[in-house]
């Protein structure tokens, strides 16, 4: 037994207060579906059952759409950027009010801890607001061209991995640049958005421009699918995204995708050793590995290799994995039983392949979805767990002889999303950076995010920005409208 | 894995670092070399992790636990210039008895006074209290006197009784790259200590960056310092976390390497509870288990220990308590 | 005031306006008031008496404007934009009050008086939305012929001296005021001469926003007193001359030449020629007095393995 145990130090569940079940949010409103059905959202953590909520219908979609559609021609898109901005900042405002109560039901629903949700989640899911809301009006100043205008209608599907930020980085933007949004968030996580539709109602938004339609994957087509969406927006995976870009052909409809990675966190012999073992960690245990950018390769120098597993084991001995509720926890439940399976065969293909596979002694909670954090060390560029994103805490660790080598195998993927890089050379930084394909370049630090911070991938990783003035690109449009 | 509290004499250190850095001979150049070579610390990320063990909650039992166990590694500190027999007397009394309507209540591990008052700490504390003497000595704070002035400081304070030296090394020496000279005065230092155990302040808010604390850390533990310490207390910034994540690392690595322990003292502007209780985690993840006795972790503090006491009480009672209820034997008032 | 009914009215608390400085507000070392009448002449109902702050108060506000420096430019733009905007919020909270200080000084109607504060406070909005954008906007990349990374960003250039329009006691203020402060520097206002109130009003709301003190410091007095002292004042880097159009005594061209002994950077009154005039407020500004107050850095790093 550790000298120093932690006592169980649980945030409360008070501050939070779930209703039984939830409607959808259209035109202003919480309301019932029209020809839809029901399904539980659960506590990953637990498997207990935390609401009902709503499966939208196309029908539920066409009336998103069309209140939408109304809020754009009649009061937002008609509203000065100022007045728009005002609205946002309203959001942010009241979003770091409700803080506690946002970053607890995030935890609840997610699986993520409460230390997450609460220090990263929330905060930035504000700060997004706060940061677009100042570019409400001041979009020609943005180098978007002489006349830049809102798209109009924008339908937005997001993941179940941050789903409050998703949503921030989603709809801050849109609304800055003037349009309306129909968004569906993650059928495993609805929640938070269900609450931000409260937050909404609080900032006296005029009605119709956020709507919040709950569902999985026949909603989310129904989106993709409708004649009336101007542009659309989609966070998720590779294999989705292609089906919207498939859907989307030959009509005018616009997309920015963002999907998924598989990151190289590169290693110099002459990094600056301690914190890169925690870069390690942060890169593919923090959110349990549930990050499209995540560190989910690292690659070592071969020098150091050995030295670097050594301090990773013992540095993962120190991960606690458990309640999310608890301040303490570091790595928290896995999102779903669905993804559990995932991680678990891609884990098992990653024996069969010869890969070796260490995890830190921990106890794991008997009900809900869990997987201990996990590396693979041996691994090959060809090896599966070196080139499908596995989405969960597992490390696949390969080496390198020389910079051109890592640059070689870290571009060697059909994905290019993020990538990192450890030296104290800051030549060298920068040198790799260039280098290297992918949308984000860490160097010395890892899964950083701003809202002024552009964020997006390269290749199969998808197109389109989000944050920063370059974020803005994909709200509006300086062609005629339709 | 050592945790012997034998002294290792002067002449080892040459030799055991000359045999570490595989030279023939300890050259100004060959030190340099071997502390250059030492991974680099990346500001940011070094305060990140810090302020990340920070965040960690530490409620009920393990608050107790880490209460008393901070408590019980207090040096319990005056060093002024207007300290007077009667002031000390005043400090020691307060380590025997930090709280008189608890008994239950640990004793700190030792008591830090400057050399000359060694003898009234020994009238108080006797000689089996379980409550060390520590002296701080080689021209403390500053270090700026000669090796010969440096020596008999310490020797002087030696005789007097002191269980433990607190010496500072010559950080102009040390920035100006004479690492030779830094290591030579440790190591004859730690001569003269006999069987006293030597803590070596590298006052890392003068060495600046984490760099420098890392070097210096090493420099100290190879030269045969038993405890690497960070400030003297007189000067800001003195102990912050991340400085002393940055020694714990060093002494982690240290034992990997030569199977041997040693300890580390952050010292100076710790004043409460819950900055303490960040400390003990930082030992606990970062060092590990070892590390959390008194024997190889201390606090330097003055007004810690009652913060500690109003938090005890606190636990014990269910109230909040105030100043009035904790005794101050040697408030700082000229 | 006057009693609307035959009960007895109450007798108001009259408010004493002093200096802001440092985030204290002082009054005058030279212990000097002079007073302030509606409409800012000389012969309207007195409002109050102000402060008649001295050289040596623009001396005191110099040097806690400067130490609020390293602390001003080292936050984040977040935090910067943050802290702006509860300014804001706090406005928009006093603003009946600020609405009965502009009336009264500049003897407008209430109407006018309303549609000013509220677009005051929109002007404050619109530049705390700057903090996190203008260095997009400003700065960025250079694609220089060689194997370096070469960026160009805006940093902000120490402490401004700020003369406040003469004319527009709020609107003006603050148009002045925010696209100084929001990239981090840290400014000396000598407000109005003799539509002071708003100015000190704008103050407390400051001091209750988390503008850390020393941020903003506010002097009221004679514009012709103070201003060369400011302008000549070594430990200044930039100088903005509005508050010369309209002033007395003032000739901003000898103000320029006093500035020019550090080379402080220098916003002109607005007017052709040697005419100083007060431009219209209510226009949308663009980024050249926030840019007026920024420096460019420009650094180079090689790429290499």
Redesign the interface.
């Known amino acids: 037994m550790a000298k120093f145990e932690y006592a169980p130090a649980p945030e409360s569940r008070a501050v939070v207060n779930l209703k039984p079940s939830y409607g959808l949010f259209i035109g202003g409103e919480f309301t019932e579906s029209e020809g839809g059905s029901a399904f539980k959202s659960i506590s990953p953590s637990s498997e207990e059952v935390l609401a009902e909520v709503t499966e939208a219908s196309s029908a539920d979609v066409d009336r998103a759409v069309d209140a939408a559609r109304r809020a754009f021609t009649g009061t937002w898109g008609r509203m000065s950027g100022?007045d728009r901005?005002?609205y946002l900042?309203r959001i942010a405002r009241i979003l770091q009010e409700r803080a506690r109560e946002f970053a607890v039901l995030e935890s609840l629903d997610n699986g993520k801890p409460i230390r997450e949700s609460r220090d990263v989640d929330v905060p930035l899911a504000a700060?997004h607001f706060?940061?677009h809301?100042?570019?409400a009006?001041?979009l020609e100043?943005?180098?978007l061209g002489p006349n830049p205008r809102p798209h109009g209608v924008v339908g937005q599907v997001i993941p179940w991995n941050f789903p409050l930020l998703m949503l921030a980085w989603k709809i801050a933007p849109a609304l800055a640049a003037g349009n309306t949004v129909v968004l569906k968030p993650a059928e495993t996580t609805p929640l938070t958005a269900l609450l931000f539709a409260e937050v909404c109602q609080q900032a006296d938004l005029p009605a119709g421009v956020v709507n919040i339609v709950t569902g999985a994957g026949a909603t989310g087509q129904a989106i993709v699918d409708h004649p009336g969406i101007d542009k659309l927006a989609f966070t998720g995976s590779t294999g989705v995204g292609k089906m919207i870009a498939r859907a989307i052909a030959g009509t005018r409809k616009k997309a920015t995708l963002e999907l998924g990675g598989k990151a190289a966190n590169i290693i110099f012999d002459d990094a600056p050793i301690d914190q890169a073992v925690e870069g390690i960690v942060n890169g593919i245990f923090f959110n349990q590995g549930h990050v499209c950018c995540a560190g989910s390769r690292l690659l070592v120098q071969e020098s150091i290799a050995e030295e670097v597993e050594a301090r990773l084991k013992r540095r993962l001995s120190t991960l606690r994995v458990g309640d999310p509720l608890d301040k303490n926890t570091d790595v928290g439940a896995i999102n779903s039983k669905a993804q559990l399976q995932r991680i678990t065969e891609l884990t098992a293909a990653g024996e069969a392949e010869g890969a070796t596979r260490w995890s830190p002694e921990c106890e794991l909670p008997s009900k809900g979805f869990w997987f201990r954090p996990t590396v693979f060390t041996g691994v090959s560029q060809t090896h599966r767990i070196a080139q499908e994103e596995i989405f969960g805490p597992v490390l696949s660790v390969l080496t390198f002889r020389t910079?051109?080598e890592a640059v070689a195998k870290a571009n060697n993927t059909p994905y290019g999303l993020s990538a990192g890089v450890w030296t104290e050379k800051?030549?060298?930084i920068?040198?790799m950076?260039?280098q290297l394909r992918a949308g984000v370049v860490w160097a010395n630090t890892f899964n950083k995010f701003d809202?002024?911070s552009p964020f997006g991938g390269y290749k199969e990783s998808g197109y389109g920005r989000e944050g920063?003035?370059h974020g803005l690109e994909a709200y509006v449009t300086t062609g005629d409208t339709k | 894995m050592s945790t012997s509290t034998a002294p290792r004499d002067a002449v080892d250190a040459t030799s055991r670092a000359r045999d570490l850095l595989g030279v023939s001979r300890l050259t100004n150049d060959s030190l340099t070399s071997w502390l250059h070579g030492l991974p680099g610390v990346d500001q940011v990320g070094c305060e990140a992790r810090a302020a990340m063990l920070g965040t960690r909650s530490i409620k009920t039992t393990s608050k107790a636990w880490a209460i008393d166990t901070a408590i019980s590694m207090i040096d319990l500190t005056t060093l002024e210039g207007a300290d007077t027999a009667g002031k000390v007397r005043g400090l020691c009394a307060k380590a025997l008895t930090p709280d008189a309507t608890d008994m239950s209540t640990p004793r700190p591990a030792a008591v830090c006074v400057y050399g000359d008052m060694v003898p009234f700490a020994r009238e108080v504390l006797g000689t089996s209290s379980g409550v060390n003497i520590a002296a701080v000595a080689t021209a403390f704070p500053s270090g700026r006197a000669s090796m010969a002035v440096k020596l008999a400081d310490t020797r002087d304070a030696v005789a007097n009784g002191a269980d433990e030296i607190d010496m500072v090394i010559d950080r102009g020496a040390f920035l100006s790259g004479r690492y030779l000279d830094v290591f030579n005065e440790i190591a004859q230092v730690k001569e003269a200590c006999g069987s006293a155990r030597l803590k070596v302040i590298m006052e890392t808010g003068e060495l600046v960056t984490y760099d420098n604390v890392r070097r210096a850390s090493w420099l100290s533990m190879l030269a045969g310092g038993d405890f690497i310490k960070t400030s003297t207390g007189k000067v800001s910034p003195a102990a912050t976390l991340p400085v002393t994540v940055v020694m714990l690392e060093a002494v982690r690595d240290w034992l990997q390497l030569t199977g041997e322990m040693v300890g580390v003292k952050p010292a100076g502007g710790i004043r409460t509870s819950k900055d303490a209780i960040k400390f003990l985690v930082a030992v606990s993840e970062v060092a590990g288990d070892d590390w959390l006795d008194p024997h190889w972790f201390r606090f330097g503090a003055s007004s810690l220990l009652n913060d500690l006491l109003l938090q005890r009480q606190r636990m014990r009672t269910g109230a909040y308590s105030g100043p009035d209820y904790v005794t101050d034997d040697s408030p700082s008032l000229y | 005031m006057s009693p609307t009914t035959g009960a007895p009215s109450r007798v108001e608390i009259k408010k004493t306006y002093k200096l802001y400085i440092g985030g204290k507000f002082p009054r005058s070392e030279s212990g000097r008031s002079y007073e302030v009448y509606a409409g800012g002449g000389t012969s309207g109902a007195f409002l109050a008496n102000a402060a008649q702050g001295s050289r040596k108060d623009a001396r005191d506000a110099v040097v806690a404007a400067r130490k609020a420096v390293d602390g001003w430019a080292g936050t984040t733009?977040?935090n910067r934009?943050?802290v702006l905007?509860r300014v804001a919020e706090v406005m928009e909270g006093r603003r009946a009050q600020f609405v009965a200080e502009v009336r009264a000084s500049e003897g407008v109607g209430e109407r006018q008086a309303e549609a000013l504060v509220g677009q005051a406070i929109?002007r404050w909005?619109?530049y705390?939305?700057?903090?996190?954008?203008y260095a997009?906007?400003l700065g960025g990349l250079n694609p220089v012929a060689g194997?370096y990374?070469d960026i160009s960003a805006p940093e902000p250039t120490g402490v401004v001296a700020v003369l406040a329009p003469q004319a527009s006691s709020l609107l003006g203020l603050v148009s002045v005021l925010a696209p100084v402060v929001v990239s981090g520097n840290t400014a000396v206002v000598l407000s109005s001469e003799h539509r002071p109130l708003p100015a000190i009003t704008l103050s407390e709301a400051l001091a209750t926003s988390d503008v850390p003190g020393g941020v903003v410091n506010i002097i009221t007095g004679r514009t012709a007193e103070v201003a060369p002292w400011l302008a000549s004042h070594r430990d200044v880097n930039a100088i903005d001359l509005s508050g010369a159009a309209g002033a007395e005594g003032v000739a901003w061209g000898d103000l320029e030449k006093a500035a020019a002994d550090n080379l402080k950077r220098v916003v002109r009154p607005a007017g052709t020629g040697p005419e100083a005039v007060e431009p219209d407020w209510t226009a949308t500004p663009d980024?050249s007095r926030l840019s007026a107050f920024l420096e460019t850095k420009t650094v180079w790093?090689?790429?290499?393995?």
Do not use: I
């Not at chain 3, 705390?128 to 954008?133: H, R, T």
């Open positions: 100022a901005g005002k900042f700060a706060f940061y809301a100042g570019w009006d001041k100043y943005a180098s910079p051109h800051g030549s060298r920068l040198w950076a260039d809202p002024t920063g003035r | 733009a977040y934009g943050q905007y929109d909005v619109w705390a939305g700057w903090s996190d954008k997009q906007v194997p990374f980024l790093h090689p790429k290499g393995r």
